[in-house]
């Protein structure tokens, strides 16, 4: 079997629970190489996953290496300078959300990789959660969607600032909740939103009410104030409305009926491993598939403009100010 072979810049926690362990499992993955500048957690992730070629200096495993495509695993305000470079290499490039600090970063490596001819991909996991896409289609049966809630809440009191402060929240994390509502609606065509500042000068709570070209409506809930973490969406058609924790399970109301249907996140997608049933194997398997189908993954840079322009609007559209 033919193997596509993966270069991966980052070695930390996150990168560790989620994409190594998804692209490891594939057997028609090669990880090649790895590269971080901390040497101590650059041994444990090569001896964990037992890869041999160990870098500190990417340029030099992009030189050594003959790669298909290129993971960069890091935050945000690290990121575009590499990417670019990635890029200019005419290597396929796999990045986390936020794609970029501003609108104008994924803008410009958007454009860079059409015009290198290069497949990329942000990590939108949330598009790929197996119980998401099952009520999708079952919700999708009876008709388009014609409403959606989109629900994140997190408590980061007092401190508020992702890396110090070098991206905002809803850029940063609760993109997640404005990608997940394009993806089951479309195009926005208007926005209102208020943005608020709770015991803090950063921005932290961020609702919206949404319009869509499909003549869907979208509803925006967040703030990072509040007790929890809780993270959950509503789907509703003609006669059917799904209320999804995709933590846990999903519950299906139809034709008016008292009794749910109850579908498990661990069951629909047949694991109990998070990097499984929360959408990250199969998020990195649909990138791979594309590189060997000379395809554009779903969500590549152009795609992850539009999230990033109705980010944008959120705050443009604020009637709070």
Same mark, same amino acid.
């Given at each position: 079997?033919?193997?596509?072979?993966?270069?991966?810049?980052?070695?930390?926690?996150?990168?560790?629970?989620?994409?190594?362990?998804?692209?490891?499992?594939?057997?028609?993955?090669?990880?090649?190489?790895?590269?971080?500048?901390?040497?101590?957690?650059?041994?444990?992730?090569?001896?964990?996953?037992?890869?041999?070629?160990?870098?500190?200096?990417?340029?030099?495993?992009?030189?050594?290496?003959?790669?298909?495509?290129?993971?960069?695993?890091?935050?945000?305000?690290?990121?575009?300078?590499?990417?670019?470079?990635?890029?200019?290499?005419?290597?396929?490039?796999?990045?986390?959300?936020?794609?970029?600090?501003?609108?104008?970063?994924?803008?410009?490596?958007?454009?860079?990789?059409?015009?290198?001819?290069?497949?990329?991909? #942000?990590?939108?996991? &949330?598009? +790929?959660?197996?119980?998401? /896409?099952? *009520? $999708?289609? !079952? =919700?999708?049966?009876?008709?388009?969607?014609?409403?959606?809630?989109?629900?994140?809440?997190?408590?980061?009191?007092?401190?508020?600032?992702?890396?110090?402060?070098?991206?905002?929240?809803?850029?940063?994390?609760?993109?997640?909740? #404005?990608?997940?509502? &394009?993806? +089951?609606?479309?195009?926005? /065509?208007? *926005? $209102?939103? !208020? =943005?608020?500042?709770?015991?803090?000068?950063?921005?932290?709570?961020?609702?919206?009410?949404?319009?869509?070209?499909?003549?869907?409506?979208?509803?925006?809930?967040?703030?990072?104030?509040?007790?929890?973490?809780?993270?959950?969406?509503?789907?509703?058609?003609?006669?059917?409305?799904?209320?999804?924790?995709?933590?846990?399970?999903?519950?299906?109301?139809?034709?008016?009926?008292?009794?749910?249907?109850?579908?498990?996140?661990?069951?629909?997608?047949?694991?109990?491993?998070?990097?499984?049933?929360?959408?990250?194997?199969?998020?990195?398997?649909?990138?791979?598939?594309?590189?060997?189908?000379?395809?554009?993954?779903?969500?590549?840079?152009?795609?992850?403009?539009?999230?990033?322009?109705?980010?944008?609007?959120?705050?443009?559209?604020?009637?709070?100010?």
């Amino acid at each position: 079997m033919e193997k596509i072979k993966i270069g991966f810049i980052g070695c930390g926690s996150f990168a560790n629970t989620v994409h190594y362990p998804s692209l490891y499992e594939m057997e028609d993955v090669e990880i090649a190489g790895i590269c971080d500048l901390d040497e101590k957690r650059l041994k444990e992730t090569g001896e964990k996953f037992k890869i041999e070629n160990r870098y500190t200096d990417y340029k030099k495993m992009f030189e050594k290496l003959d790669l298909d495509a290129v993971y960069i695993i890091m935050p945000p305000h690290h990121l575009y300078d590499i990417v670019v470079d990635a890029l200019k290499r005419n290597l396929n490039v796999f990045i986390e959300k936020p794609p970029g600090i501003t609108l104008y970063q994924i803008k410009n490596l958007a454009n860079l990789a059409v015009k290198n001819g290069c497949k990329s991909m #942000v990590g939108f996991n &949330r598009r +790929f959660i197996p119980l998401i /896409k099952k *009520v $999708r289609e !079952i =919700v999708e049966k009876n008709g388009p969607i014609i409403q959606i809630v989109s629900t994140f809440y997190k408590n980061m009191f007092p401190n508020f600032l992702y890396y110090n402060g070098a991206v905002d929240i809803l850029t940063c994390d609760a993109i997640h909740s #404005v990608d997940i509502m &394009r993806w +089951f609606c479309g195009e926005v /065509k208007n *926005v $209102r939103s !208020i =943005v608020k500042s709770y015991f803090s000068n950063t921005p932290n709570a961020f609702n919206a009410i949404m319009e869509f070209e499909s003549g869907a409506t979208g509803i925006l809930l967040t703030n990072w104030t509040v007790g929890k973490r809780i993270h959950t969406f509503e789907i509703h058609s003609k006669c059917i409305s799904a209320f999804v924790n995709p933590n846990e399970k999903a519950l299906i109301f139809r034709d008016n009926k008292e009794e749910a249907e109850i579908l498990s996140t661990q069951e629909i997608a047949q694991s109990n491993e998070f990097h499984k049933f929360y959408g990250y194997f199969f998020e990195n398997r649909h990138f791979i598939d594309c590189l060997k189908e000379n395809k554009e993954p779903e969500c590549n840079f152009s795609d992850a403009v539009k999230t990033m322009e109705l980010i944008e609007k959120i705050y443009k559209n604020n009637i709070s100010i």
